[in-house]
């Protein structure tokens, strides 16, 4: 099956500065890639997803890339802010199956 | 429209017992799906349930299983409780079941075995 791979586990970044969060997978198939962001105590939450069919998206201060070629995808959060601190949870799909997460990143933004 | 509603919020239960969670879709939602949720080990897949039907499975034990009803809500029973099922277990669903679309996921349901 598929095997998602998440680093880092841990980021610290100072406020305004950009973060990046990188994730690799194993199935070629693999066609959707969405983001989540799971606030301390709460429930994971959507923030930006990929097609396969798109090489980078982007949403305010979110962007997401993908390289098919290499098996990896990454999101890149500029201008970061407090409010950006959570733990951020990358999955790929394929039609039809299971969503694979890789094991997260916690995030903290430091004022 | 009401979220993903999860219940319980919160249970201890001792080695040796069996818990069922319970869970809620968004409505219009067939599609939903369970994940075991650890420190370290990210989102888990346990199974998924669309139209009373389970679609998918993840490589858990039979000791974890599931049902959904004909209303989409669906229930998921862990028996013979170990203290490694100390997690918490997320429900999400859908509108379809082709995991090509977001999910709604419920606030879960935190399970303490000890």
């Known amino acids: 099956g598929e095997n998602v791979e998440q680093h880092p586990s841990t980021l610290s970044v100072q406020e305004g500065d950009s973060a990046v969060i990188k994730c690799t997978y194993s199935?070629?198939?693999?066609?959707?890639f969405p983001w989540y962001k799971q606030e301390l105590g709460k429930r994971p939450q959507l923030i930006i997803d990929?097609?396969?069919?798109?090489g980078e998206k982007k949403d305010q201060r979110i962007a997401v890339t993908l390289n098919k070629t290499a098996k990896h995808f990454s999101l890149h959060i500029t201008e970061t802010q407090p409010e950006d601190s959570a733990v951020y949870f990358c999955?790929?799909?394929?039609?039809?199956?299971?969503?694979?997460f890789g094991t997260g990143t916690s995030l903290t933004v430091i004022p | 429209k009401a979220g993903v509603t999860q219940t319980p919020r919160y249970l201890i239960k001792t080695r040796g017992q069996q818990v069922t969670l319970s869970c809620s879709p968004i409505?219009?939602?067939?599609?939903v799906s369970w994940y075991q949720q650890t420190p370290g080990q990210g989102l888990q897949f346990l199974f998924e349930?669309?139209?009373?039907?389970?679609?998918n499975k993840g490589n858990f034990p039979g000791r974890f299983s599931g049902r959904q009803f004909s209303n989409s809500r669906s229930e998921m029973n862990v028996s013979t409780l170990e203290l490694g099922d100390s997690a918490l277990y997320l429900c999400?669903?859908?509108?379809?079941?082709?995991?090509?679309?977001?999910?709604?996921f419920g606030e879960g349901s935190r399970l303490t075995v000890l």
């Open positions: 999400a669903s859908s509108l379809t079941n082709l995991f090509t679309g977001e999910l709604f």
């Open positions: 199935d070629s198939a693999s066609n959707y």
């Open positions: 990929i097609r396969s069919n798109v």
């Open positions: 999955a790929a799909s394929t039609p039809g199956n299971q969503f694979y």
């Open positions: 409505s219009g939602h067939r599609s």
């Open positions: 349930y669309f139209s009373e039907t389970q679609r």
